[in-house]
């Protein structure tokens, strides 16, 4: 069992910056692929951003290239999702994920832990 705990939510202005982290516990993250995704009210979770075991290959969606960064530390079995530029279209919750095969990180359903989630607010 992996358990995902992310932090770093808030409500920020247009324009401005947030810095998602996921801590993880129970196992080493090294051996899954690690994703974050996103739920805005009324609306179907999403994918943002993946990231491969070992960090070297990661993934995001279309709309958010170039706006958001994923990164891990293995060693500190974390995972973070900076993001900048924010607009307030990006309002949901986020979650931090972990899929143990990898082989579709843009698919929620190939994922087998999430986290609880952590509220991102942007005003405009």
């Known amino acids: 069992q992996v358990q995902l705990v992310e932090s770093g939510g808030g409500l920020v202005q247009a324009g401005g910056s947030l810095r998602l982290s996921c801590a993880a516990s129970?196992?080493?993250?090294?051996?899954?692929?690690m994703g974050w995704f996103r739920q805005a009210p009324g609306k179907e979770r999403e994918f943002v951003a993946a990231?491969?075991?070992?960090?070297?290959?990661?993934y995001y969606a279309d709309s958010l290239k170039g706006r958001f960064t994923i990164s891990r530390d293995n060693a500190k079995n974390t995972v973070a999702l900076q993001m900048n530029s924010l607009k307030p279209e990006d309002t949901a919750v986020y979650y931090c994920?972990?899929?143990?095969?990898?082989?579709?990180?843009?698919?929620?359903?190939?994922?087998?832990?999430w986290g609880q989630g952590t509220q991102v607010a942007v005003s405009s």
């Open positions: 129970g196992r080493t993250i090294s051996t899954y692929a």
């Open positions: 990231i491969s075991r070992s960090g070297g290959s990661t």
């Open positions: 994920a972990a899929d143990l095969l990898g082989w579709d990180l843009r698919d929620a359903g190939t994922y087998d832990y």
